[in-house]
């Protein structure tokens, strides 16, 4: 009997772990709207961590210039040797990159109502798309990790692994970076 408790309390430890991390990788990579596999996108690229303690997270980042790419300020987190700058509150980060062999996006606007796409990356490296409308601009109070920063409203749906991928207007200039998404 004493030797069949540790054993028992082992598994289920065991499984209780797992159900665990399911749950919590599961708000990482549930979605709040439809995505698309695409291949025909605007450069961007996968943004994985440089250390093994950060292993599983991932998030995307925009050329901008030859040496340089928007990412989420979180993504910049795991990948800490390639950060350039980032914003003290807002979740933007500009990190070293080599985009020499990438088209560059121009930068443009967006207007309300205007039509807007999301692109980013899946955890198994393939970039997804997603569509939406522009609604307006904002400045939330109240919430310590976006106070004092401009917010933009699309309904364009996002998901985890997308962080730091671009928004662009029908033009395919890019309008803006895309944030934390919701619970990852």
Not at 121 to 138: I, K, P, R
Request: include cysteine; aromatic fraction near 6%.
């Amino acid at each position: 009997m004493t030797l069949f408790c540790p054993v028992l309390f082992k598994r289920l430890s065991i499984v209780f772990g797992i159900a665990s991390l399911l749950v919590v990788l599961s708000g990482c990579t549930t979605a709040n709207g439809t995505h698309q596999i695409t291949d025909s996108h605007p450069a961007l690229a996968l943004e994985k961590p440089q250390s093994f303690a950060q292993k599983g997270k991932f998030g995307t980042s925009v050329p901008i210039t030859p040496t340089l790419s928007l990412t989420a300020a979180h993504v910049g987190e795991f990948i800490e040797s390639k950060v350039i700058a980032r914003h003290p509150v807002c979740d933007v980060a500009l990190i070293a990159a080599d985009n020499r062999h990438h088209p560059l996006p121009d930068l443009g606007l967006v207007y309300q109502g205007d039509p807007v796409q999301v692109f980013g990356h899946a955890s198994n490296g393939d970039v997804l798309t997603a569509e939406g409308l522009y609604y307006m601009d904002l400045m939330i109070r109240g919430f310590p990790e976006v106070e004092d920063c401009p917010s933009s409203i699309t309904d364009a749906p996002v998901r985890g692994g997308m962080s730091g991928g671009g928004a662009f207007n029908a033009e395919q200039e890019l309008v803006g970076i895309q944030p934390k998404a919701k619970g990852c």
